[in-house]
DNA sequence: ACACCTGGTGTACGACGTAAACAGCGCATG
DNA sequence: CATGCGCTGTTTACGTCGTACACCAGGTGT
């Protein structure tokens, strides 16, 4: 039941494809279906993955697809690991350009492929790929004589950043493919909206606003990697360094 | 059409509830609809959020629903800004506890109510409560000369850091409920998993592993609050700060 | 020769969001 | 008081989704 279903996941993304062991007489496999897949959430978003959109872009059935892949879900599972896989390993290096490394180096998947944000949210089964980069990412700070559940942690929190700021990156792709309005018209066609922005009810929105902080902003990216690495360096160079243990599992 | 659907979204969310200006006949109000949309969504997850079942646990039909709410898109829209409304408003203060109450606020937040990073994924209309914190955040540190960009960097920094440790919390939770076994259970439950986390493909892992860092791990929450509130610091406290300019729009 | 597996197809079902037509009620107006 | 209108809740129905299931064609092992 659950039990098998899961390790069927496991066995699927971990284990190397072992369908051609007699012939290759599948005119449609496992990789031609997450390839077909991954370029329709790419063009349309993951909104518009539908088996039947898949199976339609590559010529077949609907149904044919569940021949190599066992459901939706683990499909989705696929394409996560596949994209994880497109991305480099982290060259060796001192702990700052290494994080920074991985940092960008998921920025630019996120950038590729902004629905990968919304499918990692689900209880995704983790792969081959994706673990292979967070290995990379403990080992740039491996050198430091961290404690292993600071490794974590410090690898942790330029992860939990990257996928911040990549939400909101995602957000705004998204909308502005659902709507066919950029960013900007959008909000700017709001009118709305604004009357509602007054400086009684938003003081300090409207002085950003009218002293034009939305207008030119800092890169979100870059500025806040920047931070949170400084933030890491004043914890990595401090002579004794709290523990702050998880006390819920929440 | 689109304009007008939005419109009426923003006065929706923005407008006083003025449907009673008659009499209060109906047995059913939006607030009733919202809150158990909310209810629902935090007992049994974003999922199960569906016309049917919040219909369903207010003993009416399904398009009942449909007499105080436009669509199941802007009741996503009025619950987020109702959970926003929940929280409370930040005191005046030191930039530092100023922007840790900010953060603290959307962790509780994000603690109740999970969904709510699910939901604020999609291309959601701003609520006046959800502005209203926003606005909160960045009066925080306005007090420190800092040109209106930069305070928009530094408040969106924090939120994003937030963000993306609410996510993975929120995978958590989802998880231990959807598959009723807990984080900790099913990671020990893996074993066709953990058959392939050898040393030679994930070094760093197995080591990790076998020291203890992940069953000890710190609080992810509070660890990387600390040091994105560090490196804040630095940031603020330095002569001349650099500009990145955001370059693209995605 | 045969049964068997493997890969692709066609049909069908239940759940979803919601459009549309309808029914009962309270009120303002004759 | 009667009448008709507008608001609230109901019923039915449609199109889309994931996918279970039965079916079929052709290559394979015995």
Redesign the interface.
Same mark, same amino acid.
């Given at each position: 039941m659950?039990?098998s279903d899961?390790?069927r996941s496991?066995?699927l993304l971990?284990e190397p494809d072992a369908q051609t062991a007699r012939e290759p007489k599948a005119a449609l496999t496992r990789a031609r279906v997450v390839d077909a897949a991954i370029k329709v959430a790419d063009a349309e978003g993951v909104d518009a993955l539908t088996m039947r959109r898949v199976a339609e872009t590559l010529g077949f059935t609907t149904m044919s697809l569940y021949r190599h892949v066992p459901g939706k879900s683990e499909l989705l599972d696929l394409m996560v690991d596949a994209v994880w896989g497109e991305t480099e390993h982290a060259p060796a290096g001192p702990w700052r350009e290494g994080l920074e490394f991985f940092a960008r180096q998921m920025w630019s998947m996120y950038?590729a492929h902004p629905w990968m944000?919304?499918l990692?949210?689900?209880?995704r089964m983790?792969g081959?790929h994706a673990?292979?980069r967070?290995?990379?990412a403990?080992?740039a700070v491996?050198e430091l004589g961290l404690?292993? =559940?600071?490794?974590?942690?410090v690898v942790?929190?330029v992860?939990? $950043?990257?996928?911040?700021?990549g939400?909101?990156?995602?957000?705004?792709?998204?909308?502005e493919r659902?709507?066919g309005v950029?960013?900007?018209d959008w909000w700017n066609?709001?009118e709305?909206?604004w009357e509602?922005?007054t400086p009684d009810?938003?003081?300090?929105?409207t002085?950003?606003w009218n002293?034009?902080? $939305?207008e030119?902003?800092?890169? =979100?990216f870059?500025?806040?990697l920047?931070?949170?690495?400084?933030?890491?360096a004043?914890?990595i160079d401090a002579e004794d360094r709290p523990?702050?243990?998880?006390?819920t599992?929440?």
């Open positions: 659950k039990q899961r390790d496991v066995r971990w950038r944000l919304q990692t949210t689900s209880r983790p081959p673990m292979t967070q290995d990379a403990y080992a491996s404690r292993s =559940e600071e490794i974590v942690a942790t929190t992860a939990h $950043f990257v996928d911040g700021v939400r909101t990156m995602a957000d705004r792709v998204r909308s659902e709507t950029s960013e900007e066609g709001r709305a909206l509602h922005f009810r938003l003081p300090m929105m002085h950003i002293s034009g902080g $939305f030119r902003p800092l890169d =979100e870059e500025f806040g920047a931070r949170v690495l400084d933030g890491l004043v914890f523990l702050v243990r998880r006390e599992c929440l």
